[in-house]
């Protein structure tokens, strides 16, 4: 049996099938971007609506659409009206198939694709999305939280001060090459407890910029600051729960200097690092299709008989709410 699999939860349509190995059969994406401005949801949502059908093209070329016996799709966290038009086209499928739905938590997506690849066995959990930012692991039939963004997630926040200073969406990667020729100069790296605030740090990145300081200073020490910050909860989360692995995933997870940052961290405590393959470190559909079969497999009687109309979305799904019933 093979899944066919949806994410749109937020700037990426992605439409991909999977077999229940983990093989990969098809990976079709299509990434909402702009030149300066942000995201807004409504139009995020209209792209989506626009691509998915030359996605799902795309995708019956390398499989037949005989051989599909599951669906699998994001139900949460994202945006609402990026989260409905998926959901809209997988019910659409489903219906025209004939066969199971399995609505899936983005996140647990995340943290399960990222052992899948890295065969990492019971790490701390680094998730460093757009939208979210939480130190993560997994106790007693749940994942938990250590600690969390109190404002944004990381990516917002270098996609925030990217929109600023004019490099569009995503920032990330343009933040990265410029922090490449920048020094350091001091800003506000504020850790609660385990948790974390990146908005003092942005406005003060924003201000230096516009009070003359280089781009390229700022995009370094922007990076600095709020990478250490992660470090140093990750390593206090290890040290709490006694994990010996730490496994990076997310869109942020591209990052060679966040990756360097924690690997030196690990090091230091004789623990190991993993980071989740680029490829698959931002949104796919690949990681929701094997989050699918997770669930599919443990409870097939329960999806078996799940109907369309009870499934729904759910925008402000934590993962630490989701049961994990499939490990
Ligand atoms: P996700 O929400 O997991 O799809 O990740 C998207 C986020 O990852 C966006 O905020 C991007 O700016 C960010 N991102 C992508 N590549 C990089 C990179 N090389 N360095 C830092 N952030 C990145
Ligand atoms: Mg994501």
Redesign the pocket.
């Known amino acids: 049996m093979i899944t066919l699999c949806l994410e749109a939860t ?3 349509a992605a439409l991909g099938v999977i077999d229940d190995k983990g093989k990969i059969l098809a990976d079709a994406r299509d990434m909402y971007k702009t030149e300066k401005e942000g995201l807004i949801p409504l139009d995020v949502a209209k792209h989506h609506n626009k691509v998915f059908p030359e996605l799902l093209k795309q995708v019956l070329e390398e499989v037949d659409i005989k051989d599909i016996g599951l669906i699998a799709f994001s139900q949460g966290p994202g945006l609402s009206p990026c989260l409905l038009e998926g959901m809209r086209f997988a019910k659409e499928l489903a219906k025209k198939l004939n066969v199971p739905l399995v609505g899936v938590s983005h996140l647990a997506a995340h943290l399960e694709i990222g052992k899948l690849f890295t065969k990492a066995k019971d790490p701390v959990f680094i998730l460093a ?3 979210n930012t939480q130190i993560i692991f997994f106790e007693e039939d749940r994942y938990h939280i250590s600690g969390e963004t109190l404002d944004i997630g990381i ?2 926040a ?2 925030k001060f990217g929109r600023k200073i004019g490099l569009g969406f ?4 343009k ?2 090459e410029l922090a490449k020729r920048g020094e350091y100069i001091e800003l506000p790296y504020t850790v609660k407890g385990q948790d974390l605030v990146f908005a003092g740090l942005v406005t003060e990145a924003i201000n230096k910029y516009k009070k003359g300081i280089k781009m390229e200073d700022l995009c370094y020490s922007l990076q600095e600051t709020a990478f250490a910050m992660l470090c140093e909860v990750t390593e206090r989360a290890m040290a709490h729960c006694g994990k010996k692995e730490a496994l990076l995933i ?3 997870a ?2 060679k200097r966040l990756m360097e940052m924690l690997d030196i961290m690990c090091k230091e405590r004789n623990a190991k690092f993993y980071a989740v393959p680029l490829k698959y470190s ?2 796919n559909a690949i990681m929701i299709g094997w989050q699918g079969i997770l669930q599919y497999k443990s409870n097939k009687k329960y999806y078996d008989n799940l109907k369309l109309k009870d499934i729904d979305i759910k925008p402000g799904w934590r993962v630490d709410e989701v049961d994990v019933n499939w490990s």
């Open positions: 937020a700037h990426t999305t757009g939208a990516g917002n270098l996609d995503p920032a990330g990667p933040i990265e997310g869109g942020v591209a990052n931002g949104d």
